[in-house]
C-alpha cells in the first residue's frame, strides 16, 4: 500500500498549531504545553470519525470464510473491522449475494420455520460482535463467504517491519491515512470548538475539503444521456435467469 502521498502525526499536528497561533515542536507527542496533547488525542477522534463518514478506497479490506463441517455458524469479524460494505457479500462457490444482514425477526423466522432445506441463499446478522450464518449449527460446509468491509485502522504505524496499523494516535512518526489537507482541516475544527473558540470558518472549511475529496477519493464512470448508450452492461438479475431448479 502507498502511503507516499500521506504525512505524519507530527507534520500534521504542527501546521494546524502554527495556524492557531502557537510555535511548532520537534516532538508533538513529547510536548510539555496540554495544547499539544489536545491535539494528539484529537487526531484519534478525527480519523474516527472520517473512517465512518465514506466507504474511503484505502481503508477497503476483503475478507473470507471457508465454513468448515461441524461448525455452529458464529464468526469472528476481522480484528480490524469498522463496518461491512453494502452489498458486497457473495457465496461465491454458488455465485449468489449473500443476503443480509437479517434482521431479529427475520433471523428468528429463519430459525422457526427451520427452512435450511428449502433456502436457497446463505444469510447472515450481526450478532454479540460476530458474524452469524444461516443455515446454522451446524453449518453448511463449504460455503465460500466473501465480502469487503472498511478497516477501521486508518494510521501507518512508522518503522513497523512487516508494516502495521493501528487506530490510536500514538507516535509522532505515524502516517494517517487521509489526505493531508482534509484531516488538518477537521482537526482545526475540533480544536477551536473543544477551546470554546468561534469554529464556524473552520467548519465550513473542513466540509468543502470532505465533498472534495469524496469526489476524489475514486474514478467516477462515463455520464451519458441514454443509459448503456455505449457498450454492454455487466449480467445481472434484471437480464438472466435462474437455473437449474427443478431440474430445468
Known amino acids: 500500500m502507498s502511503t507516499q502521498r500521506f504525512e ?8 494546524v498549531a502554527v495556524e492557531t497561533g502557537m510555535d511548532p515542536v520537534t516532538d508533538v507527542f513529547a510536548a510539555n504545553d496540554f495544547v499539544f496533547t489536545q491535539l494528539t488525542h484529537l487526531v484519534t477522534t478525527c480519523t474516527e470519525e472520517l473512517m465512518e463518514l465514506f466507504d474511503w478506497q484505502i481503508l477497503v479490506r476483503e ?4 465454513t468448515q463441517e461441524g461448525e455452529t455458524g458464529n464468526y469472528a469479524l476481522p480484528a480490524d473491522f469498522g463496518y461491512m460494505i453494502p452489498q458486497t457479500g457473495w457465496e461465491r462457490n454458488e455465485n449468489v449475494p449473500l443476503m443480509g444482514p437479517l434482521s431479529a425477526q427475520a433471523w428468528t423466522y429463519l430459525l422457526g420455520r427451520d427452512l435450511v432445506g428449502s433456502t436457497i441463499y446463505a444469510s447472515f446478522r450481526y450478532d454479540q460482535n460476530e458474524l452469524r450464518i444461516f443455515p446454522n449449527d451446524p453449518v453448511t460446509p463449504n460455503l465460500n463467504i466473501n465480502f469487503e468491509y472498511i478497516s477501521r485502522n486508518v494510521i501507518k504505524i512508522a518503522g513497523a517491519d ?7 494516535a500514538e507516535n ?11 484531516i488538518k482541516r477537521m482537526l482545526r475544527m475540533k480544536f477551536l470548538d473543544v477551546k470554546g473558540f468561534d469554529s464556524m470558518k473552520a467548519s465550513d472549511d473542513f466540509w468543502q475539503a470532505l465533498q472534495s475529496w469524496k469526489g476524489k477519493d475514486n474514478t467516477a464512470g462515463i455520464l451519458h444521456a441514454a443509459r448503456w448508450r455505449y457498450g454492454v452492461p455487466y449480467l ?4 438472466i435467469p435462474d437455473t437449474n431448479f427443478g431440474g430445468q
Open 63 to 66: 475478507h473470507q470464510i471457508i
Open 8 to 15: 505524519t502525526i507530527n507534520d500534521i499536528v504542527n501546521q
Open 236 to 239: 445481472g438479475f434484471n437480464n
Open 172 to 182: 509522532p512518526g505515524d502516517v494517517v491515512l487521509f489526505p493531508p489537507h482534509l
Open 162 to 168: 512487516p508494516v502495521e496499523y493501528t487506530d490510536k
